[in-house]
Structures are given as structure tokens and as C-alpha cells.
């Protein structure tokens, strides 16, 4: 990605510089692993990857080196379903996301599971945001500060926060900024992305500084914006890159894009799920 971000909505592509097979990095997996991954955390020398179909959080060198610290890490008993990850450095705390899960007045809910800063498990809350299918609710989530306030911001998988057609509209991507207040996450307001971005699905958000990032698994695209460092409010177009695409043909090449994360200013880590059939 270039450097500098325009100012400008417009297209680009982004530059692959290393990707690599999760289970190679992995002791005791192999090509028939089943690893579905859902999010990535870059942090502390390590990606921490966590997963649609296991409870268990990887941690692996970021340099995709395999040594004796790549590990799972977390509980090997808990819940499935996680959507993404991120990191708390003021209270040295993990928040993993677990997508929807139906909720005891009706509906579905995303939780939100905390871990200490060496994957203790200490919690799950609620988040109080409803959402009407348990396969479209919040996709990512990616922690920061205001002043002395934590806030974490939850992206919703569909436009407008719908599931079926509606969400599948563009022109409605949202976010959800979350304060946890008497042991729930409560949305104290929403993030509108512009109207002028086109994405079908959302899958992945991340922030650096002032910087936001967001990227589609359908479209196969990442979108990066202004946050005013004030208000909850976009304050750009923003800028689209592209996904590789197949040299020929321009196809696309990575479909299943799930997670994301700053390295530095103009460098991503992103993680895949297994291909589906077809």
C-alpha cells in the first residue's frame, strides 16, 4: 500500500510481500488441519490468530518463523465462533468476539470474552446490540482510547447492519462504538462509512492512529479512512486497494479474507478462511 493515503477515493492494488500456510507454523498440525481463521491481532513480536471453529487462540512469530513459542493458547473447552481479536494496553487485556449467540430476551447478541495479558480466561459479557440472525451480527472489533475512556468499535458483517438483501445493499457500512457499563458492552453511538463505498459484505476493521481500516470478504477489498480523533464521525472518502487478483484473467484470488491488522503505517497482516467448495 502506498504511504501516503490520498485524500481521494480511488482504486489501487495491494502488494503481496509473504503469505504462508497457518499449519505450517503450528506444532503438531499438518495440510489436513482444519483451521478456519477469523481474525488477526499483530502485537508484542507475535500475530495472534483466532478461529471460526476452535476455542483455542494461536500465537505465532510475526516474522513466520516456527519456533518453540508458536502455541494455542486460551480454552481448549470454551465456545466456538470467534470473529476477531484485539488488545486492550491500558488494562493488558484481550477482547475476542464470538459473532451472535441467541440471547435470553430474544434475538441474537455478540459476546465478548476478556483474557488477561497471557490468554487467562476472565470473562464474557453481552454486547447489547440485537441483530435478528445468528450468521450476521458483528464481524470485527478493534480496541481504543478516548481521553481516559476504553471504547472498542464493532463493525457489522451486513450494510445497515441487516442481514438478506438489505444487507447486501452498498452503501451502509456501520460500526458500533462500544463502553462496557454495568458488566455489557452498550453502543453509545454508530460510525457511518461513506455512502460512496460499495462494499457488499464487511469482514475486518483496524485502527492506527487516526487511520481506519476496513475490509470486505466479498468484494475482495480493503478501504482505509480518516476517524476525526474527536468525534465518532468519518471524515473522508477514503481510499480502496484491491486484493491480488490472477495476473491473466484479473480474478479474484483471496475471497475468504477475514482478518486484518496494522503493522505500520502503509504494511497489513491479514488472515484467511478455508476456501469453500467451488
Known sequence: MPEEIAPLFYRGTLEL????????????????????????????????????????????????????????????????????????????????LVEAMPHPDGGFRPQIEEYTGSFDYLETCWVNVSFEQENKGLEGIVYLSRGNSDYVLGLCEGNRCQGGAEGRKPGGGRIHVLQKQDGAWRSITTVALPDSLDFVDFAAVAVRGDHLAVVSQTSSELW???????????????????????????????????????????????????????
Not at 494461536?58 to 480454552?75: E, K, L
Not at 482505509?224 to 484473467?249: H, I, Y
Request: aromatic share 10%; net charge negative.
Open 17 to 96: 510481500v509473504q503469505e504462508t500456510k497457518l499449519w505450517r507454523l503450528l506444532p503438531g498440525c499438518d495440510a489436513n488441519s482444519r483451521l478456519e481463521a477469523s481474525g488477526v491481532l499483530a502485537h508484542d513480536g507475535h500475530f495472534h490468530v483466532i478461529f471460526d471453529n476452535v476455542s483455542t487462540i494461536a500465537s505465532i512469530d510475526a516474522n513466520f518463523a516456527v519456533t518453540p513459542d508458536n502455541c494455542m493458547v486460551g480454552r481448549p473447552d470454551g465456545i466456538c465462533g470467534f470473529e476477531d481479536i484485539t488488545y486492550n494496553d491500558r488494562q493488558q487485556r484481550y477482547y475476542t
Open 224 to 278: 482505509v479512512g480518516r476517524l476525526d480523533p474527536e468525534r465518532w464521525e468519518v471524515v473522508d472518502d477514503g481510499t480502496v486497494f484491491r486484493f491480488p487478483r490472477s495476473r491473466k484473467k484479473g480474478r479474484v484470488k483471496y475471497c475468504t479474507v477475514e482478518g486484518i491488522s496494522w503493522l505500520d503505517d502503509s504494511t497489513f497482516v491479514a488472515v484467511s478462511d478455508r476456501m469453500k467448495p467451488g
